[in-house]
């Protein structure tokens, strides 16, 4: 059963590509050649026109010609009632809009217009090609894995970014329209592209092998601790007989991930059956990398957790300071810390403020010292100190 979201309306624009058609001064300028969108969406065409002499006295899209002059305006085509829209410039411009989109829409469109001249009529030809599109998830599974794929019958225009839903929650947004489940489940399945939504489909696959890792990314502080978490699943009859952590690249080395470099400040936590913690901590910069779960001899080809262990720096913008001026000092870190933090500010050792960043507008001499910064929750762990100097500027 397809869904639909109501309300939903998904407008293709397109103003890049430029094809001009004409004849001794007659001439019609699309701004594509062809369009490939989605059933229930709205269309837009667009086109400019020119001609050597008179005034222009009628205006109109048509896909259909039953003879000679016997042209079917859209507007008057039972097939487009109340979903066609015409719009004119003061340039000769001249756009047809088509809501709620139908496959029986896909033609080719063209634009005629006719002036008071003798002879005065001409079309651009060849038009504009509309390719009207259901959107579908076609089923792709082996033995490890199901393959989702958001599938249309033409490659949808303007490069399009694909949602794709669990039992209605997002559970990916992204350029690909494929996305892959690694286990069994008999939970429902959707994509959706600007609220246009595909059909939904239940996978009912096997018990794969498969490592789900709590975060792909972490971001935290130099000498906090830091729990890298994943659940595993594997096929009945398999008995789980050893479970390691290692960084990527550095698998021969895992005996040594609880010693050399690591020496006691890694500890494995978890039920050693479907879920496992690696905690490590006094992290140091380092300790940056891909870390990645095996278990048995069954090593996962799936993206880790990449660890990021970043110190914090206090930034003054701009770098030269002048009295009067609007100074920010921000607490700057190489990554992006999880969990949206609030920042403490320190001026000459003491607590001064507690925001994102610290503004001084205007700045003045008073505003001169030593600054410095932590996150609320860590602030045994400061950044360095950064002296402000402020300059008095004299007429």
């Not at 959707?190 to 595909?198: F, L, P, Q, R, T």
């Amino acid at each position: 059963m397809g869904l639909r979201t109501a309300g939903s309306v998904l407008v293709v624009f397109l103003w890049s590509v430029t094809v001009v058609l004409s004849q001794k001064g007659w001439s019609v300028t699309y701004t594509t050649q062809s369009i490939c969108t989605l059933k229930g969406s709205t269309v837009e065409m667009s086109c400019s026109y020119t001609y050597p002499s008179g005034t222009v006295t009628t205006t109109f899209w048509f896909t259909k010609k039953y003879a000679v002059e016997n042209y079917v305006n859209l507007r008057n085509d039972s097939n487009y009632k109340g979903r066609v829209t015409y719009r004119s410039d003061k340039m000769n411009g001249h756009n047809l809009t088509i809501t709620d989109l139908r496959e029986s829409d896909s033609a080719m469109y063209k634009f005629r217009f006719i002036t008071d001249q003798t002879g005065g009529k001409y079309t651009g030809d060849p038009g504009v090609t509309l390719s009207v599109a259901d959107l579908q998830v076609k089923v792709t599974t082996t033995w490890w894995s199901t393959t989702l794929t958001c599938s249309t019958t033409c490659t949808l225009t303007g490069n399009p970014t694909y949602t794709w839903y669990r039992n209605s929650k997002i559970v990916q947004d992204d350029s690909s329209p494929s996305y892959t489940v690694y286990f069994k489940t008999e939970d429902s399945f959707y994509c959706a592209v600007k609220g246009i939504n595909s059909n939904a489909v239940s996978v009912e696959g096997h018990s794969y092998f498969h490592v789900t890792y709590t975060h792909q990314r972490i971001c935290t502080l130099k000498r906090s601790s830091v729990d890298i978490s994943c659940s595993y699943t594997y096929p009945s009859g398999h008995t789980v007989s050893e479970t390691i952590w290692y960084t990527k690249g550095k698998l021969n080395e895992v005996p040594q991930i609880l010693s050399l470099g690591y020496g006691g400040r890694v500890e494995y936590l978890g039920n050693m059956q479907s879920d496992s913690i690696l905690r490590i901590t006094d992290l140091r910069e380092e300790d940056s990398a891909e870390y990645k779960f095996r278990f048995t001899t069954w090593e996962p080809t799936f993206p880790g957790t990449t660890l990021t262990v970043t110190g914090l720096q206090v930034k003054v913008t701009p770098a030269t300071v002048t009295e009067g001026q609007k100074v920010t000092l921000t607490c700057s870190t190489t990554c992006t810390l999880g969990d949206n933090p609030t920042y403490v500010w320190y001026k000459n050792g003491h607590i001064t403020n507690q925001s994102t960043s610290l503004f001084l507008n205007p700045v003045s001499s008073e505003d001169a010292g030593r600054y410095s910064c932590s996150v609320e929750g860590h602030e045994d762990l400061p950044s360095a100190e950064e002296t402000l100097t402020v300059t008095c500027e004299y007429v």
